[in-house]
Nanobody, 116 residues
Framework: QVQLVESGGGLVQPGGSLRLSCAAS????????MGWYRQAPKKQRELVAT???????NYVDSVKGRFTISRDNAKNTVYLQMNSLKSEDTAVYYC??????????WGQGTQVTVSS
């Protein structure tokens, strides 16, 4: 079992920045990769970024150059630094953990709203 707790969402103006955090607890040694997904109203959940245990990040094209995913293994936490935010980044952001057996755990989600 892995528990994921996200934090850091909120309301920000276009062009602003936010940093999301996802703290993992439980069977963390079996985690292969962690990632961030988002779901906007009336849209399907989409991948934003992932990072493996070795630290290789991957991003969806729409956030490349603006978002950075990182992990602090000592704190069992993964971060998503979001810069130059746009209104289309508005969504509920979910953290996930992909286990070595490919089972996936999800966090509860945190709302990010980009609006003036």
């Amino acid at each position: 079992q892995v528990q994921l707790v996200e934090s850091g969402g909120g309301l920000v103006q276009p062009g602003g920045s936010l940093r999301l955090s996802c703290a993992a607890s439980g069977s963390i040694f079996s985690i292969y990769a962690m990632g961030w997904y988002r779901q906007a109203p009336k849209k399907q959940r989409e991948l934003v970024a992932t990072i493996t245990f070795g630290g290789s990040p991957n991003y969806v094209d729409s956030v490349k150059g603006r978002f950075t995913i990182s992990r602090d293994n000592a704190k069992n936490t993964v971060y998503l630094q979001m810069n130059s935010l746009k209104s289309e980044d508005t969504a509920v952001y979910y953290c996930n953990a992909i286990m070595e057996n490919r089972y996936i755990y999800w966090g509860q989600g945190t709302q990010v709203t980009v609006s003036s």
